[in-house]
């Protein structure tokens, strides 16, 4: 079996007692009750913009109970639109994990020139290479809380996560010179932006998701005090076991079945249901995921 990382996401306690950051710090100052809190409710199947071939559908998550008072514009896709009838349920704040790459606790990729990207496969900068693993689009709806629900025009993502063996670039023995899976976004006027990457793998410990940290606005993305929330997407079972099944993922089928939702460290609280994205598609054309986000 695959060695696990040694220091593999272990939740807030970790963070605070050994990843204590500006960015940390910015949730310690001002708690739960403000902008640091990130909600999301996951919408229903096919609400990203592509068309896959297949579904695989994710459980719905509980209804929000409060109901939003913006109205989405006239250009708004079908997901902005169901988002704010759901919004109103707090997404869990939760662990960087200790290979953010975010000069929180070593290397700052935020800072490197070619950061701010849609496809975040290959690396840039000094290197080129490729993850290669199954297609995967994820598409994040962001939503301000303190304004009805609106979109949160303008906010930037940073979003990471490992490859297809379970290892992160900037960090892993021989990627150190890798950047691969890491980029910035900025969100359009309906709140919503997209990253086009690979299907992650699962290493021991963990179940399989993908890292990101909301920004004020990508001028921001850098600054000390511009974090409005820190989280994680956790992917679906069935979407998992296809991928896995599949040729370069053979540590990851090995890994997948020794965590479930509600024994991860992470997720395991709410066996991830406000961080459960809806997730279509196949291995031949790719999968798509998709998650709205209030912040």
């Not at 514009?73 to 960087?96: K, M, N, Q, W, Y």
């Not at 979003?159 to 290892?167: P, R, Y």
């Not at 997209?194 to 990101?212: C, D, K, L, M, Q």
């Not at 679906?236 to 509600?262: D, I």
Request: proline share 5%.
């Amino acid at each position: 079996m695959t060695t696990p990382h040694p220091n593999h996401d272990r939740g807030l306690e970790f963070d605070l007692s050994t990843l204590l950051s500006r960015r940390r710090s910015l949730g310690i100052l001002f708690g739960a009750g403000t902008a640091a809190a990130l909600a999301a409710c996951t919408p229903s199947a096919g609400g990203s913009s592509a068309s896959p071939s297949s579904s695989v559908s994710a459980t719905a998550a509980p209804a929000a109970s409060t109901t939003a008072t913006a109205s989405p514009s006239a250009s708004a896709t079908s997901t902005v639109t169901r988002a704010f009838a759901e919004c109103g349920v707090e997404i869990p704040e939760e662990t960087l994990g200790p290979y953010p790459g975010d000069g929180s606790n070593g290397p700052n990729v935020l800072e490197a020139t070619g950061v701010v990207r849609r496809d975040i496969r290959s690396s840039f900068g000094t290197s080129t290479t490729k993850a290669e693993g199954v297609p995967l689009t994820v598409t994040l709806t962001l939503l301000d809380n303190s304004n009805g629900c609106a979109p949160l025009a303008g906010a930037a993502v940073y979003a990471w996560h490992c490859d297809q063996g379970g290892k992160y670039s900037l960090y892993d023995s021989g990627l150190e010179d890798e950047n691969y899976l890491r980029g910035v976004q900025e969100a359009d006027s309906n709140g919503q932006l997209t990253f086009s990457t690979i299907f992650p793998g699962a290493y021991s410990g963990r179940w399989p998701h993908i890292h990101f940290e909301v920004f004020e606005s990508m001028s921001n993305t850098t600054a000390a005090g511009q974090v409005l929330a820190v989280s994680q997407i956790a992917l679906t079972e069935p979407a998992c076991k296809e991928v896995y099944a599949t040729a370069g993922y053979e540590s990851s089928a090995r890994n997948f079945p020794n965590t479930t939702l509600t024994s991860d460290n992470v997720f395991g609280d709410d066996g991830g249901i406000y961080q459960l994205a809806t997730m279509s598609g196949s291995v031949a054309g790719g999968y798509t995921a998709a998650l709205n986000v209030t912040v």
